[in-house]
Every structure is written in C-alpha cells, then in structure tokens.
C-alpha cells in the first residue's frame, strides 16, 4: 500500500499543478519561468544529497532535455489559455502516451511479444477515442471553434516537446538523478527564450512568476516522485501510476476552475478521460 500511495504522488503533484498555475494566473510567460524557477530551486536542492559524477555527455544530454521540456511546457500552459485545463489535459496526456509509445516501438523496441501488440494497439485505439470525445465541441461562437482550433495546434507542438522530454534521458542513458540540475538550467534558459515567442512583453521576474514558483515546486515533487516510484514499483506500474495525473487536473478544471461544459461536452469529457486513463492503464501492461 505504501508503494501505490508514493507512486500516487506523481498523479497528485502533475494533476494539481496546471490548477495552481491558473489560480494564481497571469501571462503565459510568467507561468512558464515560475514553474522553471521551482523545478530549478528543487534541483539545486537534490544536489546538497546527490551528487552526479559529473561528463559533458550528462551536461548536454540533461540540457537539451530541459530545453524540450520548456518548449513542451509552455506550449501546454498556452493551450490552458486558449481551451482550458480540462479540456487540454486529457488531449495532452492522450497524445503524449501516443508519442511515447512509438519511440517505445520502433526506437527502443519494447514491444517484443504478440500480447504486448494486443496491449499496445488496443491502447492506441482507445486513447485515441478518448482524445476524440475530450476534443468534442458542440457548435458555438467562431472564437470558440478559433480558439479549440488554436489549442489543439499547440497543443501538438507542446506533445513534441513532452515526448523528448521523457525520452532523452533514456536515449542518452541517464540516471534520472543525475539529470535534475543540467535540466534544471534548461528548463530556465528555455523559458526566458521561448517566452519571446508567447507574449509581446514578457514578465519573467514579475510578482506573478515568483508566485508561479508554486506549480514548479508541484512538478518537481512530482518527478522526485515518479524516480522513488519506479525504484519501489518497476517502470511499468510507477509509469501508469503517474498517468493518473489527469483524473486531478480534469476534475479539478471542472470543479475548482469552474470551467464551463454543455451537457453533452461533460458527458464526452469524463468518458474521454476513462478512456485515455484506461489506455494509459494498458500501455503500462506492456512494458
């Protein structure tokens, strides 16, 4: 029981951080370098009881994964923005368990057994049903249909982000510790220069941003989580675990951040989100 609860952890950390970067709010910039701020804060402080033996190989590799973090992150945060946390998340999620799923096929090839294709496929199939009914608007004003439109964009812009973040480390053979300082430095540098591209006027060091270090501190509890998890429960198990992550931030947008559905949308949007839960689920069996 003391290993599901720690391998929870991640879920909880994740699915609760979009919900404090809209409640504390302001611009996407600010968003972006308090959470970078926060993970960067926890990382310094991993170093005070680990320490990497430090090459340019990690230097480098744990950079460029902080980099494509902070693409992915900001692009999500914008999504926020545009469609909201309940509808973005589950999209979010979905497309990121699709794009992980693939290097793991034809990159890494973990897929070795005909039940792990029955797995994987029936995963695929259902999370992409899952996206489908997430993403389901019923007609409204042009800006609503602009704006799902716009969100769904960056959105997929924000998985190529996400889905290098989760690979690289494994691409470069990395020991996720040793990772958590380089990374760090990338995620900040990323924000301070992919802002430029979000708002005219960004304020990275505003009032906001050091408030915004809250969700950065959520996300880095989340991946010191998912790291002990692993270790306490294998890949698979601590993987599917932390997918749970959006259960909290979808129900969290619908009650929390009051965001608005029609009937129909709310109907589609919680079984959207069973289904991208349970393909998650089966993913997990594959591995």
Request: hydrophobic share 50%.
């Amino acid at each position: 029981m003391t290993n599901i609860m720690l391998g929870l952890l991640p879920a909880l950390m994740w699915g609760i951080q979009p919900l404090i970067l809209q409640t504390i709010g302001g611009k996407t910039s600010n968003q972006q370098m308090g959470m970078s701020l926060g993970a960067l804060i926890f990382s310094v402080g991993i170093l005070f009881i680990h320490q990497p033996v430090w090459t340019w190989h990690l230097i480098i590799a744990s950079f460029i994964c902080g980099l494509a973090w902070s693409f992915g992150q900001i692009t999500q945060i914008e999504s926020f923005h545009l469609i909201g946390v309940s509808a973005a998340m589950p999209i979010s999620t979905g497309m990121q368990l699709i794009g992980v799923t693939m290097f793991g096929i034809f990159y890494f090839h973990e897929w070795t057994s005909t039940l792990d294709y029955v797995y994987g496929i029936s995963a695929l199939l259902v999370i992409i049903l899952g996206v489908f009914f997430t993403a389901y608007k019923e007609k409204g004003d042009a800006s609503v249909k602009t704006n799902m439109q716009r969100g769904l964009f960056v959105l997929v812009l924000s998985t190529v982000g996400q889905v290098m973040y989760n690979v690289i480390p494994r691409m470069a053979d990395l020991n996720g510790w040793d990772v958590l300082f380089p990374q760090g430095i990338g995620m900040a540098l990323g924000a301070m220069g992919f802002s430029f591209f979000f708002d005219k006027k960004p304020d990275l060091f505003s009032k906001k941003s050091f408030q915004n270090i809250a969700a950065g501190a959520a996300f880095a509890i989340g991946n010191i989580g998912i790291l002990l998890s692993n270790k306490a429960n294998g890949v698979a198990l601590g993987f599917t675990l932390s997918q749970m992550n959006v259960i909290v931030s979808t129900l969290g947008g619908l009650i929390f951040l009051k965001e608005q559905r029609t009937s129909k949308e709310l109907k589609l949007t919680i079984a959207g989100l069973m289904l991208v839960a349970l393909g998650g689920i089966l993913i997990g069996l594959t591995k």
